[in-house]
């Protein structure tokens, strides 16, 4: 089993930046591609980003391409995503996911095996 816990959310105006946090536990950290979703209200869950096991490939949604940063430290069992230049349309909850039976993501929520319980962010006009 894998925990995985999002922190990072909160209230910012647009043009602002936060910085969400993924951490795991529970299984090798490095086995795991880990995902960013989010799930904007009355929307279907989206893919935001995702990291490979070794952090080599990464992947963006046309929406956070040049905008958002993933990361990942193996040492610290953490998936970073630092999301600048936030718009009111990046409204949702967050969440990251992790996924064991592949070296990178995915973007269809289906193929990850492990949910975060999410974080809330909120990008005011």
């Known amino acids: 089993q894998v925990q995985l816990v999002e922190s990072g959310g909160g209230l910012v105006q647009t043009g602002g930046s936060l910085r969400l946090s993924c951490t795991a536990s529970g299984r090798s950290f490095s086995n795991l591609a880990i995902g960013w979703f989010r799930q904007p209200p009355g929307k279907e869950r989206e893919i935001v980003a995702y990291i490979s096991r070794g952090g080599g490939t990464t992947y963006y949604t046309d929406s956070a391409n040049g905008r958002f940063t993933i990361s990942r430290d193996n040492a610290k069992t953490t998936v970073d995503l630092q999301m600048n230049t936030l718009k009111p349309d990046d409204t949702a909850v967050y969440y990251c996911?992790?996924?064991?039976?592949?070296?990178?993501?995915?973007?269809?929520?289906?193929?990850?095996?492990?949910w975060g319980q999410g974080t809330q962010v909120t990008v005011s006009s």
């Open positions: 996911a992790a996924r064991e039976s592949d070296f990178i993501g995915s973007t269809n929520p289906r193929e990850y095996d492990y």
